[in-house]
């Protein structure tokens, strides 16, 4: 499974010709729940808008009335964009924390959620670990789009 980044152009401007050339085996999220092995996972594409930075479907501007979207019961939730303080620092001068409120506050009220990955940030690839949740920005590109990150592997 997987969800779009802001560089996946064709499944912001061409989301039905994009999301049909899925292969069948794999499953695309968008703002959508799946059941894996009893885990619930929910995920989506959008983040709030950095420095102009686009798939920022329709930016994040209408991302508020979508965090509500994410059900009660997630136990995994992937999004593009970090929520706010965690693993969101950008390497700017002033370093500037650019996650989501809204996520964060919407992740705090789900009492099942284990994992939260995401990407985005690139300078602020790693893992933490915040009460019962682990939070991963698996960015695999560097600040220069080099895949220097390794995959990060978790067990649930």
């Known amino acids: 499974m997987f969800i779009a980044g802001n560089h996946d152009f064709a499944f912001e401007r061409q989301a039905a010709v994009a999301e049909a050339l899925v292969p069948p085996e794999v499953t695309y999220l968008r703002d959508q729940a799946v059941s894996l092995d009893g885990l619930t996972v929910w995920g989506a594409p959008w983040q709030p808008l950095v420095h102009g930075l686009g798939v920022q479907p329709g930016a994040w501007a209408g991302a508020r009335g979508r965090m509500g979207r994410i059900p009660d019961d997630v136990d995994v939730l992937l999004t593009h964009g ?10 700017a001068r002033p370093p500037e924390r650019v996650g989501c409120a809204d996520l964060r506050r919407r992740i705090a009220s789900l009492s099942r959620l284990r994992l ?27 600040l220069r789009y080099e895949p220097r990150n390794a995959p990060v592997v978790v067990e649930v």
Request: glycine share 10%; with cysteine.
């Open 116 to 142: 939260h990955t995401f990407g985005h940030i690139h300078e602020a690839y790693g893992i933490e670990r915040h009460g019962d949740v682990t939070f991963v920005n698996a960015s695999t590109c560097d």
């Open 82 to 91: 970090p929520p706010h303080g965690i693993l969101d620092q950008t390497s």
